[in-house]
Protein backbone atom coordinates (compact mmCIF):
# COMPACT_ATOMS: atom_id res chain seq x y z
CA UNK A 1 0.00 0.00 0.00
CA UNK A 2 0.60 3.82 -0.12
CA UNK A 3 0.98 6.48 2.44
CA UNK A 4 0.53 10.00 1.48
CA UNK A 5 0.93 12.89 3.51
CA UNK A 6 0.47 16.11 2.69
CA UNK A 7 2.31 19.57 4.35
CA UNK A 8 2.92 23.49 3.72
CA UNK A 9 -0.69 24.32 4.18
CA UNK A 10 -1.05 27.69 5.88
CA UNK A 11 -2.88 30.91 6.27
CA UNK A 12 -2.09 33.77 3.29
CA UNK A 13 -3.91 36.82 2.08
CA UNK A 14 -5.71 37.12 -0.95
CA UNK A 15 -2.93 37.58 -3.66
CA UNK A 16 -0.34 35.38 -1.67
CA UNK A 17 1.44 32.12 -3.12
CA UNK A 18 2.00 28.53 -1.02
CA UNK A 19 3.53 25.22 -1.76
CA UNK A 20 2.09 21.93 -0.16
CA UNK A 21 3.60 18.91 -0.79
CA UNK A 22 2.72 15.39 -0.43
CA UNK A 23 5.42 12.75 0.95
CA UNK A 24 4.52 9.24 -0.34
CA UNK A 25 5.90 5.81 1.10
CA UNK A 26 4.93 2.12 0.75
CA UNK A 27 5.04 0.65 -2.71
CA UNK A 28 6.68 2.03 -6.03
CA UNK A 29 5.32 6.08 -6.43
CA UNK A 30 5.67 5.85 -9.72
CA UNK A 31 2.81 3.70 -10.80
CA UNK A 32 0.43 5.32 -9.72
CA UNK A 33 -1.83 8.53 -10.45
CA UNK A 34 -1.09 11.86 -8.12
CA UNK A 35 -4.48 13.57 -7.95
CA UNK A 36 -5.06 16.97 -5.50
CA UNK A 37 -8.63 17.65 -4.11
CA UNK A 38 -9.95 19.77 -1.80
CA UNK A 39 -13.53 20.37 0.77
CA UNK A 40 -14.22 23.98 2.21
CA UNK A 41 -16.72 23.57 5.27
CA UNK A 42 -20.38 22.52 3.98
CA UNK A 43 -19.07 21.41 0.57
CA UNK A 44 -18.34 18.55 -1.40
CA UNK A 45 -14.90 17.45 -2.28
CA UNK A 46 -13.52 18.86 -5.29
CA UNK A 47 -10.96 17.55 -7.70
CA UNK A 48 -8.07 20.42 -8.35
CA UNK A 49 -5.35 18.64 -10.24
CA UNK A 50 -3.66 15.54 -11.19
CA UNK A 51 -0.29 13.98 -12.73
CA UNK A 52 0.10 11.16 -14.12
CA UNK A 53 2.48 8.63 -14.26
CA UNK A 54 6.05 10.08 -15.36
CA UNK A 55 3.93 13.71 -14.81
CA UNK A 56 3.95 14.66 -18.65
CA UNK A 57 0.51 14.56 -18.40
CA UNK A 58 -1.36 17.00 -16.06
CA UNK A 59 -5.01 18.15 -15.83
CA UNK A 60 -6.37 21.18 -13.62
CA UNK A 61 -10.15 22.16 -12.54
CA UNK A 62 -11.30 25.20 -14.70
CA UNK A 63 -11.27 27.12 -11.25
CA UNK A 64 -7.52 26.68 -10.70
CA UNK A 65 -5.86 26.86 -14.21
CA UNK A 66 -2.69 29.19 -14.48
CA UNK A 67 -2.66 29.85 -10.85
CA UNK A 68 -1.83 26.19 -9.48
CA UNK A 69 0.81 24.22 -11.05
CA UNK A 70 1.16 20.39 -10.08
CA UNK A 71 4.19 18.47 -10.25
CA UNK A 72 5.85 15.32 -8.74
CA UNK A 73 9.60 13.61 -8.31
CA UNK A 74 9.27 10.29 -8.49
CA UNK A 75 12.95 9.69 -7.21
CA UNK A 76 11.99 11.08 -3.91
CA UNK A 77 8.46 9.85 -3.77
CA UNK A 78 6.94 13.01 -3.73
CA UNK A 79 4.74 15.32 -5.20
CA UNK A 80 4.01 19.52 -5.22
CA UNK A 81 1.09 21.78 -5.69
CA UNK A 82 2.40 25.26 -6.22
CA UNK A 83 -0.25 27.45 -5.65
CA UNK A 84 -0.25 30.90 -6.40
CA UNK A 85 -2.65 34.01 -6.46
CA UNK A 86 -4.65 33.05 -4.25
CA UNK A 87 -7.74 33.60 -3.63
CA UNK A 88 -10.71 33.53 -0.74
CA UNK A 89 -12.39 30.80 -2.34
CA UNK A 90 -9.49 28.52 -2.46
CA UNK A 91 -9.78 28.51 1.11
CA UNK A 92 -10.02 24.51 2.12
CA UNK A 93 -8.51 21.12 3.70
CA UNK A 94 -6.29 20.19 0.63
CA UNK A 95 -5.79 16.07 0.14
CA UNK A 96 -3.15 14.33 -1.87
CA UNK A 97 -4.35 10.98 -3.55
CA UNK A 98 -3.13 8.11 -5.16
CA UNK A 99 -4.69 5.96 -7.36
CA UNK A 100 -3.61 2.83 -9.84
CA UNK A 101 -6.24 3.74 -12.59
CA UNK A 102 -9.92 5.31 -13.43
CA UNK A 103 -10.40 8.62 -14.33
CA UNK A 104 -8.09 11.19 -12.66
CA UNK A 105 -10.77 14.05 -11.80
CA UNK A 106 -13.20 11.38 -10.15
CA UNK A 107 -12.39 10.69 -6.27
CA UNK A 108 -13.85 7.08 -6.44
CA UNK A 109 -10.67 6.52 -8.58
CA UNK A 110 -8.06 6.98 -6.04
CA UNK A 111 -7.17 3.80 -3.48
CA UNK A 112 -5.18 5.75 -0.75
CA UNK A 113 -5.55 9.73 0.64
CA UNK A 114 -3.72 11.78 3.07
CA UNK A 115 -4.88 13.31 5.73
CA UNK A 116 -5.08 16.68 4.57
CA UNK A 117 -3.58 20.35 4.96
CA UNK A 118 -5.52 23.42 5.80
CA UNK A 119 -5.16 26.04 3.84
CA UNK A 120 -6.85 29.74 4.32
CA UNK A 121 -6.86 32.79 2.06
CA UNK A 122 -7.98 35.97 3.66
CA UNK A 123 -9.32 38.86 1.89
Known amino acids: QVQLAESGGGLVQAGGSLRLSCAAS????????LGWFRQAPGKEREFVAA????????SYADSVKGRLTSSRDNAKNTADLQMNSLKPEDTAVYYC????????????????WGQGTQVTVSS
Open 26 to 33: GRTFSRYI
Open 97 to 112: AAAIGGPPKLSTSYNY
Open 51 to 58: NLGSGVMT
